[in-house]
């Protein structure tokens, strides 16, 4: 667990306010995913928008996270 908050603070460290944004989109995505309480015609519809917004912005923070990750480690 203490490996984890020294990545994530240097992760934060190496971090502009675009990568903050797509963590915030990231979570703001899978939020609507576990808690859609949409009506059944348009529930599809905002699971799959909300599906991609989350791909879209999980694969790139998480390549950054694991590059920080091997980094850190390598210092």
Do not use: H, Q
Request: glycine letters at 6%; hydrophobic letters at 50%.
């Amino acid at each position: 667990m203490k490996n984890l908050f020294t990545y994530a603070d240097e992760y934060i460290k190496e971090s502009d306010w675009k990568d903050l944004a797509m963590i915030k989109f990231c979570l703001f995505s899978i939020g609507i995913l576990a808690g859609m309480r949409i009506p059944g015609k348009n529930k599809g519809r905002a699971g799959a928008i909300a599906a991609v917004v989350f791909a879209v912005t999980y694969i790139p923070l998480m390549a950054k996270f694991f590059s920080v990750v091997k980094n850190v480690k390598n210092n």
